[in-house]
């Protein structure tokens, strides 16, 4: 069996969705498959108007901004299981998400400073996860996750009465989570029951930012490790 779906937004900028899924089963086997693609894309235009007094003066600041996005998105997922016995079967299943080209642009227009902000980022994301059942009351099972996210944003500072000033930064994530599983029970008779097992966990996080000006210093970059065992 199947199914096929599709989805569009009007506006300013269009927006829309197509996939689908499949599945099918016997007596042993069944699987399942996904599919989906989605376009996002927004645009705002926001004006703000703030007053401030300061010393009994009054300041109007005023900010006409324009916000824009755009998107591409895939997820998928793909699983299969086996049914040997009433007791007995192994799950596998893969499932994905992908941005491999976000884009945004973000202009500011003001009685006192303009700015511009364009950034473009890719993220990823896999997991793969394995479980069985046996009919003697073993049960095992492995889940791995694959995170990856970067980014690099180009800003632009241009004071009425300073001076201009322009920047960037790249900045990423790298995520590794594994997770193992082990159980069994036994069966002693008259109602009596023995359980045990073993878990795993291992987390790696790599998180950074650095700043690139030859006015910011390094003291501004960042670059956080994790190794997380539990």
């Given at each position: 069996a199947?199914?096929?779906?599709?989805?569009?937004?009007?506006?300013?900028?269009?927006s829309?969705?197509?996939?689908?899924?499949?599945?099918?089963?016997?007596?042993?086997?069944?699987?399942?498959?996904?599919?989906?693609?989605?376009?996002?894309?927004?645009?705002?235009?926001?004006?703000?108007?703030?007053?401030?007094?300061?010393?009994?003066?009054?300041?109007?600041?005023?900010?006409?901004?324009?916000?824009?996005s755009?998107?591409?998105?895939?997820?998928?997922?793909?699983?299969?299981?086996?049914?040997?016995?009433?007791?007995?079967?192994?799950?596998?299943?893969?499932?994905?998400?992908?941005?491999?080209?976000?884009?945004?642009?973000?202009?500011?227009?003001?009685?006192?400073?303009?700015?511009?902000?364009?950034?473009?980022?890719?993220?990823?994301?896999?997991?793969?996860?394995?479980?069985?059942?046996?009919?003697?009351?073993?049960?095992?099972?492995?889940?791995?996750?694959?995170?990856?996210?970067?980014?690099?944003?180009?800003?632009?500072?241009?004071?009425?009465?300073?001076?201009?000033?322009?920047?960037?930064?790249?900045?990423?994530?790298?995520?590794?989570?594994?997770?193992?599983?082990?159980?069994?029970?036994?069966?002693?008779?008259?109602?009596?029951k023995?359980?045990?097992?073993?878990?795993?966990?291992?987390?790696?996080?790599?998180?950074?930012?650095?700043?690139?000006?030859?006015?910011?210093?390094?003291?501004?970059?960042?670059?956080?490790?994790?190794?997380?065992?539990?």
């Open positions: 199947g199914q096929l779906h599709a989805a569009y937004e009007g506006g300013y900028y269009n829309w969705r197509a996939g689908g899924n499949l599945a099918g089963s016997t007596a042993k086997f069944s699987f399942d498959a996904m599919y989906d693609l989605a376009r996002m894309r927004s645009m705002l235009e926001p004006l703000t108007t703030t007053r401030h007094t300061v010393d009994g003066q009054l300041y109007e600041i005023t900010q006409k901004q324009s916000m824009a755009d998107n591409l998105m895939h997820n998928m997922r793909v699983g299969g299981s086996w049914i040997p016995s009433e007791k007995s079967r192994i799950d596998i299943a893969y499932t994905g998400s992908f941005l491999p080209s976000g884009k945004g642009d973000l202009q500011s227009e003001g009685n006192h400073v303009d700015s511009r902000s364009q950034i473009e980022d890719n993220q990823a994301m896999h997991n793969l996860s394995l479980s069985a059942q046996t009919g003697f009351g073993l049960s095992a099972g492995a889940d791995y996750t694959r995170y990856r996210t970067t980014s690099r944003q180009e800003m632009s500072v241009e004071p009425v009465d300073g001076t201009p000033s322009e920047f960037a930064i790249d900045a990423g994530q790298r995520i590794d989570r594994l997770s193992l599983y082990l159980d069994q029970q036994c069966d002693l008779g008259r109602s009596w023995l359980n045990g097992g073993a878990r795993f966990s291992y987390i790696h996080d790599d998180d950074y930012q650095y700043y690139l000006s030859d006015a910011m210093t390094g003291d501004l970059d960042t670059d956080l490790r994790l190794d997380e065992y539990t």
